[in-house]
């Protein structure tokens, strides 16, 4: 008689926790993006959907705008009320919304997302995303007549955009070149570009805004390329200045004196480049420079900018880079002056550049100092045209005492002559920094 009151006892036990499973309170619960969603042309939201208890048994999901409501997903998962769903996994749901194909105006619009769970309690959750729907692309207005752009050289434009946009700026190919409010006319928009020395004529600077919808415009440059040729050297290396150098920059012994030296030379510089771009990404939206760019005092000009350069060992090419920026010597640990007012945004190693400073000067233009032997500055301090901030050496790949400068204009290097010339500033920047009326070139 015990062992059947027992046998009753467990079956009860094991019947009430069948039932509390199956009267769960726990609703299944919906992952998705629920902060406003700007819709353009076409927008894909995800959604992810579980229940620990008894399992999901459908998922309906549809688009209220004004009065018309357009159903997007619904779907019933294999299961029943007493061992619940037949798969227990997340449900991984992705809706289109085409507003064009949907006969959607622009406007405010609700996206809902319902699950319910197979438990007794039929609970279900609700989730609500809101949408704006916008399919107009910006409107962009260059207000920058025909410019002529030497090759490896920089320019400036001049923009207006009718509505508010996510990004914009002006596209070299691969870079993008960050607009920034102009001057004096904040309702308009203006951005430095580069022109790297091997652009394609495919890759001619173009304008493009993207909205907070995705939707994206595109608007030609009008420019004319002044073509120039650039310099040409060989680097013959010898087995002392490659031990001494890799010594320097990697330490340790190494055997292979060639692989060692193409490591620094190849890969450290692709690594420096990279380093450098993301320096750059930030710049202060003002313009802080004033006048033309300070080369160094009493320096002669060695290597130039866009130096194509062969470097040989034993009679043989073994690697070809392009030198990208200016070699200046004056004497042995020459003061290093800033060449404009801005900030110090890097004071520190940089692999084949040694010690250098990069300083900051506004609208995406910066200027770096490298292989100097001291450092006389901290990084984030406002330096102004001529201060002292460091002294030439040679750190880095360099062969003798010199300064490596070299500017860049969103992370992209470009000839220093241009930023040295004041009358060049004057017409292709100044002219466009301080218009009160549309300019031309």
Same mark, same amino acid.
């Given at each position: 008689?015990?062992?059947?009151?027992?046998?009753?006892?467990?079956?009860?036990?094991?019947?009430?926790?069948?039932?509390?499973?199956?009267?769960?309170?726990? !609703?299944?619960?919906?992952?998705?993006?629920?902060?406003?969603?700007?819709?353009?042309?076409?927008?894909?939201?995800?959604?992810?959907?579980?229940?620990?208890?008894?399992?999901?048994?459908?998922?309906?999901?549809?688009?209220?705008?004004?009065?018309?409501?357009?159903?997007?997903?619904?779907?019933?998962?294999?299961?029943?009320?007493?061992?619940?769903?037949?798969?227990?996994?997340?449900?991984?749901?992705?809706?289109?919304?085409?507003?064009?194909?949907?006969?959607?105006?622009?406007?405010? !619009?609700?996206?809902?997302?319902?699950?319910?769970?197979?438990?007794?309690?039929?609970?279900?959750?609700?989730?609500?995303?809101?949408? @704006?729907?916008?399919?107009?692309?910006?409107?962009?207005?260059?207000?920058?007549?025909?410019?002529?752009?030497?090759?490896?050289?920089?320019?400036?434009?001049?923009?207006?955009?009718?509505?508010?946009?996510?990004?914009?700026?002006?596209?070299?190919?691969?870079?993008?070149?960050?607009?920034?409010?102009?001057?004096?006319?904040?309702?308009?928009?203006?951005?430095?570009?580069?022109?790297?020395?091997?652009?394609?004529?495919?890759?001619?600077?173009?304008?493009?805004?993207?909205?907070?919808?995705?939707?994206?415009?595109?608007?030609?440059?009008?420019?004319?390329?002044?073509?120039?040729?650039?310099?040409?050297?060989?680097?013959?290396?010898?087995?002392? +200045?490659?031990?001494?150098?890799?010594?320097?920059?990697?330490?340790?012994?190494?055997?292979?004196?060639?692989?060692?030296?193409?490591?620094?030379?190849?890969?450290?510089?692709?690594?420096?480049?990279?380093?450098?771009?993301?320096?750059?990404?930030?710049?202060?939206?003002?313009?802080?420079?004033?006048?033309?760019?300070?080369?160094?005092?009493?320096?002669?000009?060695?290597?130039? +900018?866009?130096?194509?350069?062969?470097?040989?060992?034993?009679?043989?090419?073994?690697?070809?880079?392009?030198?990208?920026?200016?070699?200046?010597?004056?004497?042995?640990?020459?003061?290093?002056?800033?060449?404009?007012?801005?900030?110090?945004?890097?004071?520190?190693?940089?692999?084949?550049?040694?010690?250098?400073?990069?300083?900051?000067?506004?609208?995406?233009? +910066?200027?770096?100092?490298?292989?100097?032997?001291?450092?006389?500055?901290?990084?984030?301090?406002?330096?102004?045209?001529?201060?002292?901030?460091?002294?030439?050496?040679?750190?880095?790949?360099?062969?003798?005492?010199?300064?490596?400068?070299?500017?860049?204009?969103?992370? @992209?290097?470009?000839?220093?002559?241009?930023?040295?010339?004041?009358?060049?500033?004057?017409?292709?920047?100044?002219?466009?920094?301080?218009?009160?009326?549309?300019?031309?070139?």
């Amino acid at each position: 008689m015990r062992i059947v009151w027992l046998l009753i006892l467990v079956l009860a036990g094991v019947m009430t926790g069948a039932l509390i499973t199956r009267f769960e309170s726990d !609703a299944p619960v919906i992952d998705t993006r629920t902060q406003v969603a700007y819709v353009g042309k076409e927008h894909a939201h995800q959604f992810r959907v579980s229940d620990e208890g008894m399992g999901i048994e459908r998922v309906r999901i549809w688009l209220v705008s004004g009065d018309v409501e357009i159903e997007l997903h619904d779907e019933t998962y294999d299961g029943n009320l007493w061992s619940g769903a037949a798969l227990q996994l997340p449900r991984r749901i992705e809706v289109t919304i085409e507003p064009k194909e949907m006969g959607l105006g622009p406007g405010e !619009a609700t996206l809902y997302a319902e699950a319910y769970d197979f438990s007794w309690s039929g609970n279900s959750t609700l989730v609500e995303v809101p949408l @704006v729907i916008d399919a107009k692309a910006p409107r962009i207005s260059l207000l920058t007549g025909l410019t002529y752009v030497r090759r490896g050289g920089a320019e400036a434009v001049v923009y207006e955009i009718d509505e508010p946009v996510d990004s914009h700026g002006v596209l070299v190919g691969e870079f993008l070149f960050a607009g920034f409010p102009h001057p004096t006319r904040p309702e308009r928009f203006t951005a430095l570009y580069a022109l790297p020395p091997d652009t394609a004529a495919t890759d001619s600077p173009r304008i493009v805004a993207e909205d907070r919808a995705g939707n994206r415009t595109v608007v030609p440059v009008s420019i004319s390329i002044i073509e120039k040729g650039f310099p040409e050297d060989v680097i013959v290396l010898s087995d002392g +200045f490659m031990e001494l150098k890799i010594a320097e920059i990697l330490g340790g012994e190494r055997t292979d004196l060639l692989a060692a030296y193409l490591e620094i030379n190849r890969d450290m510089r692709a690594e420096n480049a990279a380093t450098i771009r993301q320096i750059c990404e930030r710049s202060s939206g003002e313009r802080l420079w004033s006048e033309s760019f300070l080369q160094m005092p009493n320096s002669r000009v060695g290597a130039r +900018f866009g130096e194509r350069r062969s470097y040989q060992y034993k009679g043989r090419t073994v690697d070809t880079q392009v030198h990208m920026g200016y070699d200046l010597a004056s004497t042995s640990h020459a003061a290093v002056p800033a060449a404009n007012d801005g900030v110090v945004v890097f004071a520190d190693d940089l692999g084949i550049y040694g010690q250098a400073v990069i300083i900051d000067h506004g609208l995406s233009l +910066f200027s770096l100092y490298g292989h100097l032997s001291e450092i006389g500055v901290e990084h984030g301090k406002p330096v102004s045209r001529g201060d002292t901030i460091g002294r030439t050496g040679t750190t880095g790949l360099a062969g003798g005492d010199h300064l490596h400068f070299a500017m860049l204009v969103g992370g @992209v290097f470009v000839d220093p002559l241009e930023w040295f010339d004041g009358k060049w500033i004057k017409e292709h920047v100044e002219a466009k920094l301080t218009i009160e009326e549309p300019p031309g070139s």
